[in-house]
């Protein structure tokens, strides 16, 4: 709907055009019938446009014109006056009226041209106000945009090949970036301020193809990296749009570098590391674990995990290893693992996840140590304590076996003469002596393989069961 304030000193007129506006239903009409009553309205509400008849009583149509225009008042303004008075209308143009409308003889051919002329009027107004409001928006954006934007168009030579382009418009992050004012710029040649014509090619293609481009690149005035995109502008000119992603592109060098020095930390450890991904094939290993193994790199890419485990017990040990794909990870876990000679080597795992930015599983990475030689010495100990504890069990039999007989000998010697048992008795009493020195010594050897096995966990593996059971059949 649009709002119209009639003003007319005749309230017949007033009727009339509020009842023949209103009837179309695209108008919603109040009346007033002088300018006084208007300019006091004009205060209080706000309407679309303004009709107002020329001759009235004390302040006419042109002086209401005037009146609201001087109070900065730019509503539409339609006059409408008979014939004979066009020079009149002729100055309220230059006041700044909107529309005029001579009264003719038939007075519903005089509504039907309001009525169109108001439609006219209003939406011509509003289009406009339509295009100030958006070019506004844009001159606000383009002044204060984050990016740094220059305007430029090409200069071509007398064969019509393009060798240059002019400065048009800066906007005022451009300056700050180049730290140079948009007033000493503006009609110059790119080549007059730095010295050569960057982009030509480029920029020329743009123009031809109306197509824009974009490119990264350092700048060594700003000592900062853009992203510089290039857009048609008119017919032979193009916009050039700065985009600071320095801090884009240190994190990624930073990123780069970091990359580069966990891989070499990687394939330069002294442990066996071994990649494997979602799907339990292997993604890398390195060179320690290939001097383990006596597998290459390449050899073990893309292979399944179950190429390094022992055949035999592959599903048992794979079994532990599936695990890590549902985010699990393993810790101190002894699998082992069968090398390319065929030898079987015992390595402790430890692992951990590599995620994807969006916290879902890439990738698992597990460091091993090698306890093969560990695990055959822990064997070996348990042996010798075994083959001791053995020794010594034999030794304490061993010496109550000689005391029997070594009793029924003295018994024996009773029977003799007195020299003789005297001499019997003297070398038993040496030989008992020896035994108990043997006991000391058995007890003794039984401390020492406590504390051995207290303090240097020597025969406490799985083997000291066995040797417990073959110390009670010794027994």
Known sequence: M???????DEPNILYLSKIFLEKTGNFQVDTVTSAEEALLLLREKEYDIVVSDYIMPKID?????????????????????????????????????????????DPEYNFAMLSHRIMQIVQLRKTEDGWKKSEEQFRLLYAHMAEGVALFTLVFDEHGKPIDYQFENVNQRYEEIFRQPGSLLQGRLISEIIGYVPYLYECAGVVDSQKPVSFEKYLRGPSRYYSISVSPWLENGFAMIFSDITRRVLAEEKLIETSQYLQNLITHAGTPIIVWDTNGFISQVNRSFEECTGYTHDELLKKPIQTILPVGDAELHLSKIRLTTLGMQLESTEIPIQIKSGDIRLLRWNSSNIKNSDGSLRATIAIGIDITRQKNLEEENATAVFQLKKNIAELAILNDGIRNPLAVILACAEFADESSFSRITTQVWEIDKMINQLDSRWIESEKILKFLEKHYLIGYQDTISRIKEDEKQIC
């Not at 109070?71 to 008979?82: A, E, K, T």
């Open 61 to 105: 149509g042109l002086s209401f014109l005037r009146d609201l225009r001087k109070r900065g008042n730019q509503i539409p303004f339609i006059l409408v006056s008979c014939r004979g008075q066009e020079m009149k209308v002729v100055e309220a143009i230059n006041e700044g009226l909107s529309g005029y409308l001579a009264k003719e003889g």
């Open 2 to 8: 649009i709002s119209v304030l009639c003003v007319d």
